[in-house]
T-cell receptor
Framework: DQQVKQNSPSLSVQEGRISILNCDYT??????FLWYKKYPAEGPTFLIS?????DKNEDGRFTVFLNKSAKHLSLHIVPSQPGDSAVYFC??????????????FGSGTQLTVLP | DAGITQSPRHKVTETGTPVTLRCHQT?????MYWYRQDPGHGLRLIHY???????DKGEVSDGYSVSRSKTEDFLLTLESATSSQTSVYFC????????????????FGQGTRLTVV
């Protein structure tokens, strides 16, 4: 039973347009959410996070939106660039966890930004 | 970039042989983790460590053991490798949040691609 779901295995977007990556979760104890980006032959790198006390967090071209009632979060990339082509993992953990040991990952979405 | 080194980066081994993967960190972080990445499953936690000689099981621990004799090193051992353990293995580290900084992200190594034939 996947507690964090990324239902789109892949997404293609034209350069300069908006990329929207979606993530759904089922565990109501999840209170902190993260996005990781992964290039081929490299490890995942932390991109952006959001706590449940917020509904939006912005960092440059990247914005994460959280809808707690729908148990849904999304990552917006505006404008998309070819260098953004990577696999994006959504992850979630309970607030009571003071470390990353309770992180639950989604299966990832391959984003391809076309020049 | 966090100082995490995984070795080897690639390994091909035969079914039934023991295999040990090594993770070395230079960040002095308390927590270390081993994940495996498989298509359709994302990253799944195998084992983690919360200090020297302190380890615990993750979601997919069957067939794996770990050891941490020093803060900087975390070893993952497949006692008798099987084809189902063909995967990409990632080591990660994190520090424990304190006070209001309760939510810390994990930093990942570059991965080890293991093929069991």
């Amino acid at each position: 039973d996947q507690q964090v779901k990324q239902n789109s295995p892949s997404l293609s977007v034209q350069e300069g347009r908006i990329s929207i990556l979606n993530c759904d979760y089922t565990n109501s104890m999840f209170d902190y959410f993260l996005w990781y980006k992964k290039y081929p032959a490299e490890g995942p790198t932390f991109l952006i996070s959001i706590s449940s006390i917020k509904d939006k967090n912005e960092d440059g071209r990247f914005t994460v939106f959280l809808n707690k009632s729908a148990k849904h979060l999304s990552l917006h990339i505006v404008p998309s660039q070819p260098g953004d082509s990577a696999v994006y993992f959504c992850a979630a953990k309970p607030a009571y966890s003071g470390s990353a040991r309770q992180l639950t990952f989604g299966s990832g979405t391959q984003l391809t930004v076309l020049p | 970039d966090a100082g995490i080194t995984q070795s080897p980066r690639h390994k091909v081994t035969e079914t039934g042989t023991p295999v040990t993967l090594r993770c070395h960190q230079t960040e002095n972080h308390r927590y270390m983790y081993w994940y495996r990445q498989d298509p359709g499953h994302g990253l799944r936690l195998i084992h983690y460590s919360y200090g020297v000689k302190d380890t615990d099981k993750g979601e997919v621990s069957d067939g794996y053991s770990v050891s941490r004799s020093k803060t900087e090193d975390f070893l993952l051992t497949l006692e008798s490798a099987t084809s189902s353990q063909t995967s990409v293995y990632f080591c990660a580290i994190s520090e424990e949040g304190t006070g209001t900084v309760m939510n810390t992200e994990a930093f990942f190594g570059q991965g080890t691609r293991l093929t069991v034939v």
